[in-house]
Protein backbone atom coordinates (compact mmCIF):
# COMPACT_ATOMS: atom_id res chain seq x y z
CA UNK A 1 0.00 0.00 0.00
CA UNK A 2 2.54 2.48 1.09
CA UNK A 3 4.49 1.96 -2.70
CA UNK A 4 1.06 2.47 -4.56
CA UNK A 5 0.47 5.60 -3.09
CA UNK A 6 4.04 6.57 -3.19
CA UNK A 7 3.70 5.64 -7.01
CA UNK A 8 0.49 8.06 -7.22
CA UNK A 9 2.03 10.69 -5.60
CA UNK A 10 4.72 10.48 -7.74
CA UNK A 11 2.43 10.17 -10.72
CA UNK A 12 0.07 13.30 -9.83
CA UNK A 13 3.36 15.53 -9.27
CA UNK A 14 3.97 14.86 -13.16
CA UNK A 15 0.82 15.19 -14.06
CA UNK A 16 0.63 18.52 -12.58
CA UNK A 17 4.60 19.67 -13.46
CA UNK A 18 3.46 18.39 -17.11
CA UNK A 19 0.14 20.66 -16.35
CA UNK A 20 2.40 23.81 -15.14
CA UNK A 21 5.09 23.68 -18.73
CA UNK A 22 2.27 23.38 -21.08
CA UNK A 23 0.21 26.51 -19.48
CA UNK A 24 3.25 28.49 -19.28
CA UNK A 25 3.22 32.21 -21.02
CA UNK A 26 6.67 32.03 -21.55
CA UNK A 27 9.30 29.15 -21.69
CA UNK A 28 12.64 28.77 -20.62
CA UNK A 29 14.11 28.63 -23.39
CA UNK A 30 12.85 31.96 -24.90
CA UNK A 31 15.89 33.69 -26.28
CA UNK A 32 17.10 37.17 -24.39
CA UNK A 33 16.75 40.45 -26.35
CA UNK A 34 16.44 44.11 -25.98
CA UNK A 35 18.54 44.62 -23.20
CA UNK A 36 17.45 45.89 -19.51
CA UNK A 37 13.82 45.86 -19.87
CA UNK A 38 12.28 46.42 -16.12
CA UNK A 39 8.87 45.56 -16.18
CA UNK A 40 8.56 44.27 -19.35
CA UNK A 41 6.96 40.74 -17.92
CA UNK A 42 3.49 42.71 -17.46
CA UNK A 43 3.30 41.21 -21.09
CA UNK A 44 2.65 37.97 -19.62
CA UNK A 45 0.31 38.98 -16.78
CA UNK A 46 -3.08 39.10 -19.09
CA UNK A 47 -5.59 36.88 -17.61
CA UNK A 48 -7.52 35.51 -20.89
CA UNK A 49 -6.31 33.30 -22.89
CA UNK A 50 -8.17 33.97 -26.05
CA UNK A 51 -6.39 36.80 -26.91
CA UNK A 52 -7.22 38.92 -30.18
CA UNK A 53 -6.02 41.97 -32.25
CA UNK A 54 -8.18 44.11 -31.13
CA UNK A 55 -8.69 45.74 -27.55
CA UNK A 56 -10.27 48.62 -25.66
CA UNK A 57 -8.47 50.19 -22.40
CA UNK A 58 -10.39 50.75 -19.68
CA UNK A 59 -10.34 54.32 -20.31
CA UNK A 60 -11.89 54.58 -23.14
CA UNK A 61 -15.34 55.64 -21.89
CA UNK A 62 -13.91 58.27 -20.12
CA UNK A 63 -13.82 61.75 -20.46
CA UNK A 64 -10.92 62.53 -22.49
CA UNK A 65 -9.57 62.72 -26.37
CA UNK A 66 -10.99 59.53 -27.82
CA UNK A 67 -8.29 57.55 -29.79
CA UNK A 68 -8.08 54.64 -32.08
CA UNK A 69 -4.24 53.28 -32.77
CA UNK A 70 -4.00 50.57 -35.51
CA UNK A 71 -1.52 48.85 -37.63
CA UNK A 72 0.84 45.87 -38.76
CA UNK A 73 3.19 43.81 -36.73
CA UNK A 74 5.90 42.81 -39.55
CA UNK A 75 9.06 40.75 -39.39
CA UNK A 76 12.06 41.50 -39.50
CA UNK A 77 12.08 42.08 -43.40
CA UNK A 78 9.61 44.51 -42.89
CA UNK A 79 6.72 42.64 -45.01
CA UNK A 80 5.54 39.44 -43.89
CA UNK A 81 2.82 39.84 -41.34
CA UNK A 82 4.27 38.41 -37.82
CA UNK A 83 1.07 36.26 -36.31
CA UNK A 84 0.67 35.36 -32.74
CA UNK A 85 3.00 38.27 -31.61
CA UNK A 86 1.26 39.67 -27.63
CA UNK A 87 1.63 43.79 -27.86
CA UNK A 88 1.58 45.28 -23.99
CA UNK A 89 0.65 48.63 -23.73
CA UNK A 90 0.01 51.16 -20.88
CA UNK A 91 0.06 54.69 -20.39
CA UNK A 92 -1.43 57.26 -17.64
CA UNK A 93 -4.60 59.20 -17.28
CA UNK A 94 -5.64 62.53 -18.04
CA UNK A 95 -3.63 63.87 -15.38
CA UNK A 96 -0.89 62.40 -16.09
CA UNK A 97 -0.51 59.32 -13.80
CA UNK A 98 -0.61 55.95 -13.46
CA UNK A 99 -4.04 55.23 -11.49
CA UNK A 100 -3.53 51.92 -9.55
CA UNK A 101 -6.64 50.01 -8.20
CA UNK A 102 -7.30 49.18 -4.35
CA UNK A 103 -6.46 45.53 -4.96
CA UNK A 104 -4.19 46.34 -8.46
CA UNK A 105 -1.02 43.23 -8.43
CA UNK A 106 1.54 42.20 -9.77
CA UNK A 107 3.02 45.43 -12.77
CA UNK A 108 -0.32 46.91 -12.42
CA UNK A 109 0.89 48.66 -9.09
CA UNK A 110 3.30 50.68 -11.39
CA UNK A 111 1.72 50.84 -14.57
CA UNK A 112 -2.12 51.68 -13.38
CA UNK A 113 -5.06 50.24 -14.54
CA UNK A 114 -5.02 51.52 -18.44
CA UNK A 115 -3.50 48.69 -20.34
CA UNK A 116 -4.39 46.28 -22.53
CA UNK A 117 -2.79 43.24 -24.72
CA UNK A 118 -3.43 42.56 -27.92
CA UNK A 119 -2.13 39.14 -30.22
CA UNK A 120 -2.10 39.10 -33.77
CA UNK A 121 -3.66 36.85 -36.33
CA UNK A 122 -2.16 36.00 -39.76
CA UNK A 123 -2.46 39.57 -41.20
CA UNK A 124 -0.13 41.01 -38.72
CA UNK A 125 -2.88 43.74 -37.60
CA UNK A 126 -3.85 45.64 -34.73
CA UNK A 127 -5.91 48.21 -33.26
CA UNK A 128 -6.59 49.64 -29.34
CA UNK A 129 -9.17 52.08 -28.74
CA UNK A 130 -8.18 54.45 -25.56
CA UNK A 131 -7.45 57.67 -24.82
CA UNK A 132 -4.93 60.34 -25.60
CA UNK A 133 -2.68 60.25 -22.41
CA UNK A 134 -1.53 63.10 -20.38
CA UNK A 135 2.01 64.36 -20.33
CA UNK A 136 3.58 63.94 -16.33
CA UNK A 137 2.13 66.96 -13.74
CA UNK A 138 4.79 69.04 -13.30
CA UNK A 139 7.17 67.48 -16.28
CA UNK A 140 8.27 68.45 -19.58
CA UNK A 141 8.11 64.38 -20.59
CA UNK A 142 6.02 64.39 -24.10
CA UNK A 143 2.52 62.17 -23.97
CA UNK A 144 3.26 58.84 -24.76
CA UNK A 145 2.07 55.31 -24.32
CA UNK A 146 4.56 52.37 -23.46
CA UNK A 147 4.45 49.41 -25.66
CA UNK A 148 6.14 45.76 -25.09
CA UNK A 149 6.74 43.15 -27.44
CA UNK A 150 6.11 39.32 -27.11
CA UNK A 151 6.94 37.44 -30.15
CA UNK A 152 7.10 32.95 -29.58
CA UNK A 153 10.22 32.19 -28.50
CA UNK A 154 11.68 35.43 -27.18
CA UNK A 155 11.63 37.19 -23.76
CA UNK A 156 9.65 40.47 -23.74
CA UNK A 157 11.02 43.15 -24.85
CA UNK A 158 10.65 46.89 -25.50
CA UNK A 159 10.11 49.26 -28.48
CA UNK A 160 10.44 53.47 -28.92
CA UNK A 161 6.98 54.59 -27.14
CA UNK A 162 4.15 56.29 -28.82
CA UNK A 163 4.47 59.68 -29.31
CA UNK A 164 2.21 62.62 -30.99
CA UNK A 165 3.45 64.54 -33.37
CA UNK A 166 2.74 68.32 -32.60
CA UNK A 167 3.18 67.66 -28.78
CA UNK A 168 4.72 70.68 -27.47
CA UNK A 169 7.23 68.67 -25.48
CA UNK A 170 8.23 66.78 -28.15
CA UNK A 171 11.29 68.59 -29.18
CA UNK A 172 14.04 68.07 -31.41
CA UNK A 173 16.25 67.08 -28.72
CA UNK A 174 13.58 64.40 -27.66
CA UNK A 175 12.86 63.83 -31.28
CA UNK A 176 16.61 63.23 -31.50
CA UNK A 177 16.83 60.65 -28.48
CA UNK A 178 14.36 58.22 -30.03
CA UNK A 179 16.05 54.65 -30.69
CA UNK A 180 13.52 53.96 -33.42
CA UNK A 181 13.01 50.67 -31.65
CA UNK A 182 10.49 48.44 -33.64
CA UNK A 183 10.46 51.33 -36.23
CA UNK A 184 9.28 55.22 -35.66
CA UNK A 185 6.74 55.74 -32.79
CA UNK A 186 5.89 59.48 -33.53
CA UNK A 187 2.62 59.22 -35.10
CA UNK A 188 0.35 61.41 -36.00
CA UNK A 189 -3.41 61.93 -35.24
CA UNK A 190 -5.95 62.11 -37.66
CA UNK A 191 -9.53 62.78 -37.45
CA UNK A 192 -11.74 59.90 -37.91
CA UNK A 193 -15.46 58.64 -37.39
CA UNK A 194 -17.64 59.98 -34.84
CA UNK A 195 -14.48 62.07 -33.21
CA UNK A 196 -12.48 59.56 -32.47
CA UNK A 197 -8.89 60.24 -33.67
CA UNK A 198 -6.70 57.74 -35.65
CA UNK A 199 -3.54 57.09 -35.76
CA UNK A 200 -1.10 54.35 -37.61
CA UNK A 201 1.91 53.07 -36.42
CA UNK A 202 3.56 49.76 -38.04
CA UNK A 203 6.30 47.72 -36.08
CA UNK A 204 9.10 45.49 -37.49
CA UNK A 205 10.33 42.56 -35.25
CA UNK A 206 13.61 43.07 -33.79
CA UNK A 207 14.26 46.21 -35.39
CA UNK A 208 17.45 48.23 -33.73
CA UNK A 209 17.11 45.58 -30.81
CA UNK A 210 19.81 44.30 -29.44
CA UNK A 211 20.72 40.95 -29.48
CA UNK A 212 18.15 40.15 -32.17
Known sequence: MKNFITTSL???AMISMSCAQTNRKES?????????CEGCEA???YD???LNAV???PDFNDIGPKILVTGTIFHRDGKTPAKDVI?????????GIYPPTGNAKGWAKRHGYIR????????GKYRFYTLQPASYPEGKNPAHIHPVVKEPGLVPYWIDEYLFEGDPFLTPQ????QQKRGGNGIVKVFAGKDGIGVMQRDIVLGMNIPGY
Open 10 to 12: LVT
Open 28 to 36: ATDKVVGGD
Open 43 to 45: ALE
Open 48 to 50: DET
Open 55 to 57: DTL
Open 87 to 95: LYIYHTNQQ
Open 116 to 123: GWIKTGDD
Open 174 to 177: EIGH
